[in-house]
């Protein structure tokens, strides 16, 4: 199965990515477009502009990652494609887009599941073996999954409100920061006092592996108010002592309930992926956690941890090795929880569906 060779397409969120990846690891090419500056004005992924500019741009991320990797659709062993969860429209430009190529090349077509090709990235950058415990923090996810197999997962935990990422960016906006919220809070917090302000630890007294952030958020807004109600505005030392303070708590609350998960699911390695794995207080806590109790740490390069191609390929040639195949009947779904078993979380977050 080694010279298998998967296009492997993503449009579930605000990125069209398209990648080239084989049975033996190798990412022949991987190609994001992101759509940032499309969505900059309004806060927030907006769906319908979304959804438009993957179809818009699908065809020509397929072209390059096909042109990048010295290969045509006839080399190739099959399609992966992210089928859910995510923006629907978006999710379904993706299926659309890998059906047609699928139908007329003659080539097996295998839907991913988004979390999934997160969950299994370590799987393609480091050739690790199951069981692993992954957590996912970006705009969109937080969760935490032990990885017992290709489709083997059981989540231990995940936000019931806020995603960090999303927490993150809500915390830049309220002190008029740049956005992506999470760099621009991590830059401040580098000359601030974490101990200056009193922040929650929302849900840290409670047993188990759910987190919140939107508590810390509301905490972060009052002070700021309090500030402002009193000194008539915000002076620098005053950003820059809340945003150590909130990354502070956010890291806290992740390593404590990395350590409960890890206890739990009883895993030999943390692996984390997303945006939020890039702050490095983030990084640097979680490390701690994991060494601690004599578990592996592994993050993978940042930019197999934001959405990509590579991810949904390696995802595809996966479930393709364990027998899979979809039809044209695949469909796009905006909601596809990894652990049917589990219960269903609430809440949409601004960046999709956190299934
Ligand atoms: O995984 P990602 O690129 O996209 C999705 O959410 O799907 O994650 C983006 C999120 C944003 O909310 C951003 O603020 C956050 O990751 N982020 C960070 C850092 N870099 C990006 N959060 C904290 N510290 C960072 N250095
Ligand atoms: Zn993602």
């Known amino acids: 199965m080694d010279d298998l060779i998967f296009l492997g397409i993503e449009s579930s969120c605000d990125d069209t990515a398209a990648a080239v990846v084989t049975g033996d690891r190798r990412i022949l090419s991987s190609v994001v477009s992101s759509q940032t500056d499309l969505h900059a004005d309004f806060g927030g992924v907006v769906p319908e502009i979304a959804a438009r500019a993957h179809a ?4 020509l991320a397929v072209e390059q990652a096909l042109s990048g990797a ?9 399609i992966a494609v992210t089928a859910g969860p995510g923006l629907i429209g978006g999710v379904m430009a993706g299926v659309m887009c890998a059906k047609g190529i699928a139908a007329g090349a003659g080539l097996p077509l295998v839907g991913v599941n988004h979390l999934a090709g997160h969950a299994l990235t370590p799987r393609l950058t480091d050739g690790i073996d199951f069981p692993y415990l992954m957590l996912l ?94 000194q008539g ?8 002592d809340l945003c150590a303070g909130f990354q502070a708590a956010v890291a806290e609350i992740l390593a404590e309930k990395s350590r409960r998960a890890l206890s739990a699911s009883a895993a030999p390695l943390l692996a984390v992926a997303g945006g939020v794995a890039a702050n490095r207080a983030i990084r640097t806590a979680l490390e701690r956690v994991a060494r601690n109790v004599g578990a592996g740490f ?9 959405d990509n191609g590579a991810m949904i390929a390696w995802a595809g040639i996966e479930r393709f090795q364990l027998g899979h195949r979809d039809g044209m009947d695949l469909v796009a779904r905006p909601r596809w929880p990894l652990d049917s078993r589990a219960a269903p979380m609430l809440g949409g977050g601004k960046r999709g569906a956190k299934a």
């Open 70 to 78: 010295g290969l045509s659709v006839h080399d190739l062993s099959g």
């Open 137 to 230: 923090v970006s705009g969109g996810h937080c969760q935490f999954l032990r990885v017992d197999g290709a489709e083997d997962f059981t989540r231990l935990g995940g936000t019931i409100d806020d995603a960090p990422g999303e927490a993150f960016d809500k915390l830049a906006k309220l002190l008029a920061l740049p956005q992506p919220g999470g760099p621009s809070v991590e830059s401040e917090a580098a000359d601030g006092d974490p101990d200056r302000f009193a922040l929650p630890r929302p849900l840290l007294d409670r047993p188990g592996c759910d987190l919140s952030f939107s508590g810390l958020k509301t905490a972060a807004l009052r002070l700021r108010d309090q500030l402002i109600a009193e």
């Open 233 to 240: 505005g915000l002076r620098q030392g005053d950003r820059r």
């Open 56 to 59: 818009e741009r699908l065809d």
């Open 298 to 306: 592994l993050a993978p390069p940042q930019a197999l941890c934001t």
